[in-house]
């Protein structure tokens, strides 16, 4: 403290007497006193009118104005003293005022205690770094353990016994003072905080993992859902652009055909008014020729030779007789067959967009980007299972279905005749069409499994009824030598594991199918990427000789 004075007094008698603080550029005057620069300036500045400067210490006169020269020892002087005021200075002013959030320092009595940085445990007090300093520097108290001052030590201490927690009781799994231990712990397992820190640590590190594994699953999730947004938005701009073009070509094809339709009932007018104009001129000419006989017949109605009037008229009668001409008696004709022939084209181009715009509308509605992420362990699958039971109305006659329609298997008796059942190959569908998430899991012991799903319309009587011989299924036939995908009578290869357990996903909305080996983790096989327009029945199929033994193929109950 006396130090503290002491610097302030050695500040003082260099202060400049005019700001009364250390001198800005320091200048002597003639007298000897020193001041800052620009304060000197500004009083001489207004003594300008006078032609006469003074000190404003000892009031000693000059003139005309002196010239300022910086006191070069004054300025060093003053420097050294600005810097160690700074030193002083700086501890205070680094450590902040106790927020309401903060533990406040126990040993700061102002009104305003500063935050505290550090609690010691066995002084049990929180310490801001300035009243730290004992603790780095006396040399029992570098002894005592220092912890950082993160929550306030009374929420470390027993609230019965006023003591620190520093055991726990690992059968009550809480933290406890050495009292309460031997008291109402006496028995329990229990442990010093040291132990059960290392031990807190080994699940602390294990459960980082777990979270930087969850963390670096979800990124992925986020760069896949980026990149669907991309996708979709790259999808949508390229649809709308082909959406344009091919409507475009429809009205640029419709507007064609519109001015060959104007152009050819023009023509036809043209052409019919024409011929009107022509008849309507021979008509004209002969009404005159015949109106000119008229009056010659008259004229020879009043004559009284008798002789010349009978010769007269056998060549009149003759040249009298004209063709037979009667435009009214044709049929009238008219281009209301034209109007009724583009309307039966307008009725016919209505049908077919009413038709197809339910496939249309649909199609697009399975564009859909809220869909959730793909499941990836078997755990994950096994959320989407749903009820399935085989349909008995579609079974191949010489399948028996058992076990609450789970399970099928060769049968000698046929079943009862139905128009649904498939009769060319032994398959089954399912009676619960899909149109969601769903997984479901096969098991077969045969010479091939078709695991396939269907639309409910496919074919139940010819060779293309066969799963994957038509564009209404997808199947996966599998042997023990392999595995082959099959779709709209097209075969193809697929490598992996044989297993006699497959596993089938379908994400309706999204357009795929997959078809997997069971394991841990799950084995893809195959996947479908595709639009489909119906609900998909799940089916099952198989192929055997009537010599095997122990020929099956079930749904596998995965729900309650």
């Known amino acids: 403290m006396a130090g503290k004075q002491q610097h302030k007094l050695e500040e003082q008698e260099f202060c400049c007497s005019v700001c009364l603080d250390l001198p800005k550029e320091p200048v002597t005057l003639p007298c000897g006193h020193s001041y800052c620069r620009r304060c000197i300036e500004e009083c001489w500045d207004h003594e300008e009118e006078k032609g006469q400067y003074s000190c404003p210490q000892c009031r000693e006169t000059f003139s005309p104005r002196p010239f300022l020269r910086r006191n070069n020892m004054l300025a060093e002087l003053v420097e050294n003293l600005r810097k160690k005021s700074a030193q002083q200075a700086s501890p205070l002013a680094a450590v902040d ?57 009374r929420d470390k201490m027993c609230t019965k016994h006023n003591k620190l927690m520093e055991v726990y009781c690992q059968t009550d799994e809480q933290l406890v003072c050495s009292v309460c231990a031997v008291d109402e712990h006496q028995g329990h397992t229990t442990n010093s905080v040291s132990a059960q820190m290392a031990e807190t640590q080994k699940h602390l590190v294990s459960r980082q993992k777990k979270v930087q594994r969850t963390v670096q699953q979800r990124e992925e999730e986020l ?23 091919i409507f475009t070509e429809l009205i640029s094809s419709m507007q064609r055909r519109h001015r060959e339709v104007k152009q050819l009932i023009t023509n036809q007018e043209k052409t019919a008014s024409a011929q009107a104009e022509e008849l309507q001129l021979q008509l004209e000419e002969e009404i005159a020729e015949l109106r000119r006989r008229d009056a010659e017949l008259e004229q020879l109605s009043h004559t009284d030779d008798h002789i010349h009037l009978i010769q007269i008229f056998q060549s009149l009668s003759t040249s009298c007789d004209t063709p037979d001409f009667s435009p009214g008696a044709a049929p009238q004709r008219s281009f209301r067959d034209v109007t009724d022939c583009v309307s039966e084209l307008r009725d016919k ?31 994950d699958f096994l959320r989407y299972c749903c009820p399935l039971t085989l349909d008995v109305t579609s079974n191949y006659p010489y399948l028996h279905l058992i076990d609450d329609n789970l399970r099928m298997r060769p049968s000698p008796s046929p ?32 010479r091939t499994l078709s695991a396939a799903v269907a639309y409910k319309d496919i074919e139940r009587k010819s060779d293309e009824s066969k799963f994957g011989n038509n564009d209404k299924s997808w199947s996966l036939e599998c042997t023990t030598n392999g595995y082959s995908f099959h779709h709209n009578n097209v075969q193809m290869m697929v490598p992996g594991p044989c297993s006699n357990k497959i596993g089938v996903y379908l994400d309706y909305k999204a357009g795929t199918l997959c078809f997997y080996h069971v394991s841990d983790p799950m084995v893809l096989l195959h996947k479908v990427q595709t639009t489909f327009t119906q609900p998909l029945y799940p089916g099952l199929g ?13 749904l596998v109950k995965l729900w309650q």
């Open 97 to 153: 005022c106790a927020g309401p959030a903060d533990v406040p320092c126990d040993f700061c009595c102002r009104t305003k205690p500063n935050k505290a940085t550090m609690s010691c445990l066995m002084c049990l007090a929180s310490y801001c770094p300035a009243h730290l300093e004992p603790h780095h520097s006396v040399p029992v108290l570098k002894m005592h353990q220092l912890v950082s001052a993160t929550v306030p030590l």
């Open 223 to 245: 760069r896949e859902l980026h990149q669907a947004e991309e996708n979709v938005k790259s999808s949508a701009q390229t649809a709308l652009e082909d959406c344009d073009e």
């Open 349 to 379: 181009l209505q049908t077919v967009l009413r038709d197809a715009w339910p496939r249309i509308s649909a199609t697009v509605s399975y564009v859909d980007f809220s869909l959730l992420p793909a499941p990836k362990s078997r755990e």
């Open 415 to 446: 079943y009862a005749a139905h128009q649904d059942r498939f009769i060319k190959f032994p398959q089954v569908l399912c009676s619960e069409g899909l149109s969601e998430r769903c997984y479901l899991e096969v098991e077969w012991h045969a």
């Open 542 to 554: 198989l192929h055997y000789e009537w010599y095997d033994v122990g020929v099956f193929a079930q």
